[in-house]
């Protein structure tokens, strides 16, 4: 079973990627290096490449960002998009350095012959723009009675009718804030008035532990709606937790696929072996298979025979020895010192 | 903002503490010590206890175990509840060592004349119990053709009534699936089904990087939809991480507020300072404080200030100087060797 219908935006392509009408939804994240440092952020780049991610932002925060970016898209392969603020001339300045998307912010750049200016540029190029709504970055006119999904929604709805007004519809929309309900509240609101897709994040989640968290019942709740064509973790950290953070929570929704999924109990006091300890190896030696496949290392005999069967690969523990299953067929009852290498043996006949 | 209405559930107390009804949504775990070990459950209790654990389950698998209870009841303040399977007799014991709660699980205890037996010794202590449905401990009755989420609901169902034909109603129910939506699903079939509070969890989610996102969406999905009483996040590794992971989803959806909430942004190209050692710093300090204030750290001048402002304290960097703010108002700014202890003394005054 996956999550409700999936809303059809109407696609996009980013640098070769498709994001919206009905495409799988898109991992993307943001580099923390400093642009101008192009070695630096190329090789943070290719390493978020390695970790799945299919599009990555960049900042542009002056001219030396914007020339670094030629330099930084000759030498990656996925999509790199420039991230603008404050300063059209630098949405200017990517585009001719090939940047394949640029973010706007519709809280610092919206005056009419600016964002006429970056139009003029971008459309001939195929280059989308996405507005990129902050809460913490709302447009002053921002009608401070409304509720704040209310003025984020009608933040980037002044920014779509000015870009449709200049017949530019290479659009994508954000609408990050760190309140979790205000974000799901703003991004339903939006879907039901505009038809581009939509780009989810919660943003200023904070460190791992919280931020994770955070992102994944947000994003969760709204991709399970149906809503989100591209999705960014965004957490105070390494950009690689958040790419991985990303996939869980497609995996977890069945939405997409990405290497191994490892199926294993909390342990209790029934467990008699040294579980977590062996999930972890077990996680470790999974972390070199690319393959979709469902492993299972379960504690007990209450839902382990029934866990373990229901995986493509599994191991039910007892007291000193376990039962392996393969695809749903106990295929041999095993030793505990054996456990991992049994369990793994059978990962690598599959 | 906060969740859509919540479904008021029949509420039950137990040892004490309200679950259903509208009362806040209470946070369990389970102990992963050998029960029969009185010390260290009591330890492992008295750690859960500190970091905010409502109530707490220990599994009985043994008469031992089941003896052990009472000496671990007099030493633990919060209510426990036994988890049994195979053995009713073992719920008999758990009763006769004064525990707050049962858990059954319906895919091995079900005979009449079994749950009748516990019913009969439940009923006068005013002792509740969680009709607790596994997906891997499913009644070998479970009709096949139907969905899992069906299977499910169909397995509470059939012990609902069978408690309710013994004049029984201090239910609680639990349908755990390691898939997301299927767990979804069914807690949602089964809150149009019966009046009773639900305890929500994603069972087997593993380790805790891919098990508290799956926990984060399925929880809090459900809850994002009013449904859910009480929530346990099962994760291979330390129970306390558990329950951290419990208040970060109910923090994310403004349902509880516990201790501080740090606001931090990812930082990017834009961010010349080290933001994420100042955030991790924060968060330490921040470990000691138990009001629920929301401290802001923020990378640039772009959301900074935004976020800075509408946190309780906040500081927005820039180039080798920050402004602090307070309750929306900049204080004061401050050199770069300062951010920390500047920020702290704001904290401190609130």
Do not use: W
């Not at 404050?86 to 012959?113: M, W, Y």
């Not at 000015?162 to 954000?174: V, Y």
Request: a positive charge; hydrophobic letters at 45%.
């Amino acid at each position: 079973m996956t999550v409700k219908r999936r809303r059809m935006s109407r696609p996009l392509v980013i640098g070769g990627v498709t994001v919206g009408g009905g495409a799988p939804v898109v991992v993307q994240s943001m580099t923390k290096t400093d642009t101008r440092d192009v070695a630096a952020t190329v090789r943070q780049i290719h390493s978020l490449e390695d970790t799945g991610c299919e599009m990555v932002r960049v900042a542009v925060p002056d001219d030396q960002a914007a020339e670094a970016l030629a330099a930084i898209k000759r030498r990656v392969s996925i999509p790199v998009i420039a991230d603008i603020h404050f300063d059209h001339l630098l949405a200017l300045a990517a585009l001719k350095a090939g940047v394949d998307g640029l973010r706007l912010n519709p809280g610092n750049i919206s005056r009419r012959s600016h964002v006429a200016a970056v139009v003029q540029e971008a459309k001939p190029r195929g280059v989308p723009i996405r507005i990129g709504v902050n809460a913490g970055s709302l447009p002053k006119s921002a009608k401070i009675r409304a509720s704040l999904p209310e003025q984020m929604v009608e933040a980037a709805l002044g920014q779509i009718r000015l870009l449709e007004s200049l017949d530019f519809d290479l659009i994508k929309i954000s609408l990050k804030a760190f309140d979790v309900p205000d974000t799901i509240a703003a991004y339903q609101l939006m879907a039901k008035k505009a038809p581009y897709p939509l780009h989810l994040g919660i943003t200023e989640a904070g460190l791992p532990r919280t931020g994770v968290v955070r992102s994944a019942v947000g994003i969760g709740v709204l991709l399970y709606h149906g809503l989100g064509d591209t999705i960014r973790v965004s957490l105070t950290g390494e950009p690689e937790d958040e790419v991985m953070a990303a996939y869980e929570i497609l995996k977890s929704l069945n939405l997409r696929e990405r290497g191994p999924t490892l199926v294993s109990c909390p342990t209790c006091g029934r467990c008699e072996v040294d579980l977590v300890s062996l999930a972890e190896s077990v996680e470790g030696r999974l972390s070199t298979v690319d393959r979709s496949i469902k492993v299972a290392v379960m504690g007990c005999v209450v839902n382990g025979p029934g866990e373990a069967r229901s995986a493509d690969v599994g191991i039910a523990c007892g007291k000193g020895r376990g039962a392996i299953f393969r695809k749903g067929e106990v295929v041999r009852t095993v030793e505990e010192k054996d456990f991992l290498e049994s369990l793994m043996d059978e990962v690598a006949r599959i």
